[in-house]
């Protein structure tokens, strides 16, 4: 069940270091700059900063006074790690996600991109926000994850996951997909269309929103399903229980190509034929949260929605 609670304490042992796991766009000086300014207020309260493998020559590059004085996501015990703190936008955030997939450390996230919906701080927040993460002033929110499967027959071709959302999508611009699609194990209606989107409620506000899906809380247990730019009387946008499946057939009446999509991040070519089957998967992403905000407030400021002219409840309701 999605919801928050305080984080575990994961207390490290008298006499040894607090780690914190930094992950950061580093393809951006911004994000650079700020992984300077978070290092060096970790190793100033004596923790010590982690930093993946695939990031370590642009950080030691920009911030060469940090060579030796940080550590390799690679050569620490996961158990050691409180915390990571995630420097960047919503992709960022989806990239910590995978670093840490098998691994229970919650992810809090400070905004350097737009939207940044994801993210719980900004880029102004960033002394405050390492503060409180020293301090263990936080609390953790699960967030519901996708496991995918396809198949071609009895053959599993492709297993992965998604926090956002799994989408299967045409491969070529010019060719339609045919699809069925299923709920259940049962068909639901077949059509031609640019791809299906299945998401969660935290990828509601993600690509499935673009495509014209509702706008799910993150409280609320289910699964979506899109349609993208189908061709039918019936494809509208279906929310269903968690406990449900979803499938996909790409069927063959056509030569057009599929692909599957995880997050917008890692793909697969789906073979001729190909069934992709979402389910819930047991293994959460967690999200640590600085803020008791309800959702309803996120929306309105990460879309800058208008409320002007609200009066409020008056009472009792």
């Not at 100033?44 to 940090?66: F, K, N, Q």
């Not at 996501?73 to 996600?97: K, M, N, P, S, Y």
């Not at 993600?206 to 189908?230: D, Q, T």
Request: contains cysteine; hydrophobic residues 45%; charged residues 25%.
């Amino acid at each position: 069940m999605d919801g928050s609670y305080r984080g575990p304490d994961r207390r490290s042992p008298v006499n040894q270091a607090r780690h914190f796991l930094v992950v950061a766009h580093t393809g951006r000086e911004a994000a650079l700059e700020a992984t300077r300014e978070v290092c060096t207020q970790l190793l100033s309260a004596g923790a010590v900063p982690v930093i993946a493998e695939e990031h370590w020559h642009d950080v030691h590059t920009y911030v060469p006074d940090l060579n030796g004085r940080v550590r390799a996501l690679e050569e620490v015990d996961a158990d050691q790690i409180e915390l990571a703190i995630v420097l960047g936008g919503d992709g960022t955030i989806l990239r910590a996600a995978e670093l840490t997939r098998d691994l229970p450390i919650p992810l809090l996230g400070v905004n350097l991109g737009h939207v940044g919906f994801l993210a719980e701080s900004e880029r102004d927040d960033l002394g405050y926000t390492v503060t409180r993460a020293l301090a263990r002033d936080y609390t953790v929110e699960e967030r519901m994850t996708l496991s995918v499967r396809a198949k071609v027959g009895a053959e599993v071709v492709y297993e992965g996951w998604a926090l956002n959302e799994a989408t299967v999508e045409k491969a070529e611009r010019e060719r339609m997909l045919e699809v069925v699609i299923e709920v259940d194990r049962r068909p639901l209606s077949s059509f031609g269309c640019d791809g299906v989107v299945m998401s969660t409620p935290t990828g509601s506000t993600a690509y499935s929103f673009s495509a014209g899906g509702p706008v799910v809380w993150p409280s609320v247990e289910a699964l979506l399903l899109v349609p993208l730019s189908a061709h039918a009387l019936f494809a509208r946008p279906i929310v269903v229980g968690p406990e449900s499946s979803l499938a996909v057939e790409v069927l063959q009446r056509t030569d057009a190509a599929a692909v599957i999509w995880c997050d917008g991040r890692r793909m697969f070519d789906l073979p001729p034929g190909a069934r992709v089957v979402v389910r819930r998967s047991s293994v959460p992403v967690r999200l640590a949260r600085l803020h008791e905000a309800p959702f309803t407030d996120r929306l309105v400021n990460k879309f800058d929605l208008p409320v002007t002219g609200w009066r409020g409840p008056v009472g009792r309701e």
